[in-house]
């Protein structure tokens, strides 16, 4: 993989990933204090992210997952935004913290706030671990963010495109077709 010519500069290398989300891990730790926040992670980009992060979280933690899909080319959302698996568990009472791999246009994440809300839980927050600057539509409200990148598209960490490059250990700029 390390000589696919797709492959572009580092923009988070492994280390300071780690870092950042350790100090993600304890500031959320010290936010929840006596409470068993529901980590809410949408699929399939942030699995990397939320599995790091939640061991970084002293609490007793709960896990769900949901996924959704956004219309539009592979690079690109439309902010037409689909279901295509729901949460498992009643978000009633519950203080739910959305873990979302990045937020460009943020219309996903509004459309999953809205969606969430409706549910009747005590709080919604959410922890994005990377932001891409200036490129939002709508005011993302986000509690907790790792790292504010320029308004490339990126891979890695989490992050594909067309369901590669997830298991990259960094985050990086891609080089391919579309970018
Ligand atoms: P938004 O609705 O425009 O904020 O897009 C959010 C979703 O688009 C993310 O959850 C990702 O799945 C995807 N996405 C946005 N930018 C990138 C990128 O640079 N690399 C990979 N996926 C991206
Ligand atoms: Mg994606």
Do not use: W
């Amino acid at each position: 993989m390390l000589d696919d010519p797709n492959i572009g500069p580092v923009v988070v290398s492994e280390d300071k990933l780690q870092a950042r989300i350790t100090e993600l891990g304890e500031q959320i730790t010290s936010d929840y204090q006596g409470r068993a926040p529901l980590l809410v992670g949408v699929l399939k980009g942030a699995f990397v992210f939320m599995s790091d992060l939640a061991r970084a979280i002293n609490l007793p933690v709960e896990f769900d997952f949901m996924a959704v899909s956004s219309y539009g080319s592979a690079t690109k959302t439309s902010g037409v935004v689909r279901i295509v698996k729901d949460l498992d568990l009643d978000l009633t009472d519950r203080h739910v913290l959305v873990v979302e791999d990045i937020v460009d246009s943020g219309l996903t994440l509004a459309y999953l706030r809205r969606n969430l809300r409706a549910r009747g839980p005590a709080s919604v927050e959410v922890c994005a671990l990377l932001v891409k600057e200036g490129l939002q539509k709508v005011d993302p409200d986000l509690r907790y963010v790792g790292f504010r990148i320029p308004p490339e598209f990126v891979i890695g960490y989490g992050l594909d495109v067309a369901e590669r490059y997830r298991n990259l250990p960094y985050v990086c700029t891609y080089l391919g077709e579309g970018s």
